[in-house]
């Protein structure tokens, strides 16, 4: 009997739930903790959070601009939806590498969200600050100065066995990661795999990801 009633407040608390609240947890995180507070993590399957340290300029929408924050550098590489160069720390003096993507594609936004919720993984690049402006986003990332992995193929040639399985097992960790928290990513390949300084792979660009629920 007591099951009973508890099953029946249960279904009673569901129903009485708004619309807008189950709809935010289905849609996922849109801005991460301050620096200095904790992770979040929900045990549901698919729709779990673990995103680590990143500074409150990612919630979106802020009016202090990236150049209150940054010197910007030279540029060091370019997209389909944007371009990436060299940013610097006003505070700090740490440099990182600024993605800046125009808006107007669905794609943009969709990544914003997607690094924001997987950023905190050792395999993922690190999604440092977000910020927005009338007609772009600026992603400040962690720099992977190690370059991409398909430049370090062409440079060292044929990879040993062994090599090559090290950096296959590396990569399918992170791309388990992704599926656990919801996330496909659609587009792996060398060219979207960086490295940083220790010769860490950092699995980067999504901007053809995907969220899934089950």
Request: a positive charge; aromatic letters at 4%.
């Amino acid at each position: 009997l007591e099951d009973c009633c508890r099953l029946k407040k249960r279904c009673k608390e569901d129903a009485s739930e708004s619309p807008g609240s189950f709809k935010s947890r289905l849609a996922g995180i849109a801005t991460a903790p301050p620096c200095g507070t904790s992770s979040l993590i929900t045990s549901t399957r698919g729709l779990k959070r673990k995103i680590g340290c990143i500074d409150v300029a990612t919630q979106m929408g802020r009016k202090k601009k990236l150049d209150d924050d940054y010197v910007s550098g030279e540029s060091i590489g370019q997209g389909k939806f944007g371009s990436v160069y060299l940013c610097r720390s006003k505070v700090s003096g740490a440099e990182y590498a600024c993605k800046t993507l125009r808006k107007g594609e669905e794609t943009v936004h969709r990544e914003v969200e997607i690094m924001q919720h997987l950023s905190g993984h050792s395999g993922v690049v690190t999604l440092q600050a977000v910020y927005e402006e009338a007609e772009s986003f600026h992603l400040v990332m962690e720099l992977c100065s190690g370059g991409r992995l398909i430049d370090q193929m062409v440079k060292d040639g044929p990879y040993s066995e062994q090599r090559a399985a090290n950096i296959l097992k590396e990569v399918m960790l992170v791309i388990k990661y992704c599926h656990d928290m919801g996330v496909v990513h659609r587009d792996i390949k060398p060219e979207n795999i960086l490295l940083t300084k220790s010769g860490k792979l950092k699995l980067a660009d999504f901007g053809l990801a995907m969220r899934i629920s089950e």
